[in-house]
C-alpha cells in the first residue's frame, strides 16, 4: 500500500469502517451532521500533509498522522465555536491510536 493512503485508510478505520476500500465518499456518508463536518475538515489535513511530504522522505506512516494531527490544530480556530470541544476529542483520539501504532 502506498505510504500516501495510510491517513486515509487510518481515518477511515477510525470512523468505524471495517473494510479497506478508499472510496472517500463511502467515508463521508457513514458520518453525518457535525461529525461529517469534522471527518472532511481531519481530511483536509490528512491530504494537506501527504501534499506537503510528497517530495521528502518520511520515515514513517505514523510521522504523516502527527503531521496531520499539527495542520489540523493549527487550523482549529476555523472551526466553529461549537465544533471545537469536538475536534479536540477526535484529535486526541487519533493521537493515542497513532501513539499505539508506533
Known amino acids: 500500500m502506498p505510504l500516501s493512503y495510510f491517513p486515509l485508510v487510518f481515518l477511515a478505520r477510525l470512523s468505524g469502517m471495517t473494510s479497506c476500500s478508499l472510496l472517500f465518499l463511502e467515508i463521508v456518508e457513514r458520518s453525518r451532521g457535525k461529525k461529517q463536518v469534522l471527518i472532511l475538515f481531519l481530511s483536509a489535513g490528512a491530504l494537506w500533509s501527504i501534499w506537503k511530504s510528497r517530495k521528502k522522505i518520511v520515515t514513517s506512516p505514523v510521522a504523516l498522522i502527527y503531521k496531520m494531527l499539527m495542520l489540523s490544530k493549527s ?12 475536534a479536540d476529542e ?13
Open 75 to 86: 487550523w482549529r480556530p476555523l472551526l466553529k465555536p461549537k465544533l471545537i470541544p469536538m
Open 90 to 102: 477526535m484529535m486526541n483520539l487519533i493521537s493515542a491510536k497513532a501513539a499505539s501504532a508506533i
